[in-house]
């Protein structure tokens, strides 16, 4: 397990941000604000833009005023790399999306995992013991691992590239679970109970979208912009429900937001529902 960083530490820290390129887009500092503002917390969280060529400089340049960051991409595997300790979910997917930072060093979690994990129980799905995921890029590894998570013991990965999900298949067998990678245009796909598709926004499968949905459960399409996407046009199609990435992203925040107050993502925090609440009402401001 990774070491916990002292409490102590974070005592005068009070300033926080997202990074990322491009973070216009961000949502977080609506979330974060939200939270803070049930919990009586005057601290500060703002967004700044950063890529992976200047990602060392600027953390290099913070000063102990900085609690902790919020980290998308393209930043999260340079991130990882520079953690002083990792979680467990950010040590499997060798990404990192939250840094909490103390006098000895920033520490990295991966909070995409648990937020997509209760995401899934939200919309219904509970203990799956089959899930589909659609990609073999780096949020298709948390979404493997999401799944694990969750519950799935058979998980069946399609990819354009199947020798691509290679890291995926050797990730569940760390987890103890089974992860076959196939094409996305494999024939009669299994039947499973939710689909998570972890491809750029916008992507579109065409012809084959139909089938996976056929055999498919509820989807989870991890983009929340220019919603539906093609991919949930596909399941809506089918009769089968489609899920936009916004709950993964509120969830995955609260997660953020407990690392950030507690050091302990797992340590619901005081007002917890109350906060959760707040930040949905937040994020359905548009």
């Excluded at 209760?118 to 799956?128: C, H, K, N, T, Y």
């Excluded at 499973?192 to 926004?201: E, H, K, L, M, N």
């Excluded at 489609?242 to 992203?249: K, P, Q």
């Excluded at 925040?253 to 050091?263: I, K, P, S």
Aim: proline letters at 6%; glycine letters at 10%.
């Amino acid at each position: 397990m990774p070491r916990q960083p002292r409490r102590r530490m974070l005592t005068d820290r009070t300033r926080l941000e997202v990074w990322g390129d491009p973070i216009a887009h961000s949502r977080s500092p609506r979330l974060h604000a939200a939270a803070y503002g049930v919990l009586g917390l005057d601290w500060e969280y703002g967004r700044r833009r950063v890529d992976e060529a200047g990602f060392a400089a600027e953390l290099d340049g913070m000063d102990a005023t900085w609690r902790g960051l919020s980290l998308t991409m393209p930043l999260k595997h340079a991130a990882a790399a520079r953690a002083a300790t990792l979680d467990d979910d950010a040590r499997l997917t060798g990404a990192v999306n939250t840094y909490l930072l103390t006098d000895d060093g920033p520490h990295g979690f991966n909070t995409d995992v648990g937020g997509l994990a209760r995401a899934l129980e939200e919309i219904g799905v509970r203990r799956p013991q089959r899930v589909r995921v659609l990609g073999a890029g780096a949020t298709a590894t948390s979404a493997v691992v999401a799944a694990a998570r969750a519950g799935a013991v058979d998980i069946d990965v399609r990819a354009r590239r199947p020798d691509a999900a290679a890291p995926l298949v050797a990730i569940g067998a760390r987890l103890g679970v089974t992860v076959r990678a196939t094409t996305l245009d494999a024939p009669d796909p299994v039947s499973v109970d939710a689909t998570i598709a972890a491809f750029p926004g916008g992507t579109d499968l065409g012809a084959l979208a139909g089938p996976l949905a056929s055999a498919s459960g509820p989807l989870v399409d991890v983009v929340y912009g220019g919603w539906p996407t093609p991919l949930a046009l596909a399941w809506e199609r089918a009769g089968v429900p489609a899920h936009d990435g916004l709950t993964m992203l509120l969830h995955q925040a609260l997660l953020q937001v407990r690392l950030f107050v507690t050091g302990d993502a797992s340590r619901p925090l005081r007002r917890d529902d109350e906060v959760l609440a707040a930040m949905r009402i937040a994020l359905m401001g548009d």
